[in-house]
């Protein structure tokens, strides 16, 4: 694909997408001058428009690998393989929410993400997908988090299963001693028992299951809709750290 080269913004800023902006310093211009520095941005906003769907095409046409693993899982209506939780689909998306056995600890940036779910949910399953949570905590530990939190999706337990391990999203404490977690495919170093991550599974007529995607890190952006709406603003995400505000639905001051 062909990139244009563009010229200098009209009204170039040195914020970066992340910082939280001082709304009292903004530049302010003429509409003309806004006009001109909008069909600027406009023009490269349409190059990654394209560009997505130049990887998006790259994306669906990635190898497939077998799932030969029997793996069971624990959920609401006993116990389930991976190829039960398609719920009578080709295609499953499962999250790898954070949640480690014995900890009463619930990421705050999985459950941002899982309050997206429930409200798309019954689109993306008219377009033949899926969608499954899986933690490794038992599911006596995932049940009152679901619960509290008003969730309606799946979620299920990996606990005693190889699941999380084999699809890199958690690691033992040798492993992580060792360095040897190769979290993001090796490309971001921090570690710990539990991260979080993205995987998908096709299901072909013979009831053959295959690994097709998986992303880690930020990856999982794209899922976050409140940061897509953020992103449009003068302040973006507004943070002082990465996801710094964020909390669990039900702690946010009233």
């Known amino acids: 694909m062909t990139t244009a080269t563009h010229a200098t913004p009209p009204t170039a800023s040195t914020s970066h997408g992340n910082q939280s902006r001082d709304m009292q310093r903004h530049r302010v211009a003429s509409r003309d001058d806004w006009l001109a520095a909008r069909k600027w941005l406009l023009a490269k906003e349409r190059e990654l428009t394209h560009l997505r769907d130049e990887i998006n095409a790259e994306r669906r046409a990635l190898p497939w690998v077998k799932v030969d693993k029997p793996y069971m899982f624990e959920g609401l209506g006993g116990r389930a393989s991976l190829a039960d939780l398609f719920d009578g689909r080709s295609q499953l998306a499962v999250y790898h929410f954070m949640l480690t056995p014995g900890s009463d600890h619930v990421c705050s940036g999985c459950a941002f993400l899982a309050d997206h779910i429930d409200a798309a949910r019954m689109h993306f399953e008219h377009a033949d997908l899926s969608f499954a949570a899986v933690s490794r905590a038992p599911l006596g530990q995932i049940e009152p988090v679901r619960k509290r939190m008003g969730w309606r999706f799946t979620w299920v337990s990996s606990f005693g299963n190889d699941f999380n391990s084999d699809y890199r999203v958690s690691f033992t404490a040798q492993e992580i001693a060792a360095g040897k977690t190769d979290y993001n495919f090796g490309t ?53 750290g990465v996801m710094s505000w964020v909390r669990l639905h039900d702690e946010y001051d009233k």
């Open 188 to 240: 971001t170093p921090y570690a710990g028992p539990d991260l979080p991550g993205t995987s998908v599974f096709a299901k072909d007529e013979a009831g053959q299951v295959f690994h097709t995607y998986s992303s880690y890190s930020r990856g999982g952006e794209p899922l976050l809709g409140a940061f897509n709406w953020l992103d449009l603003t003068p302040k973006g995400r507004n943070e002082a």
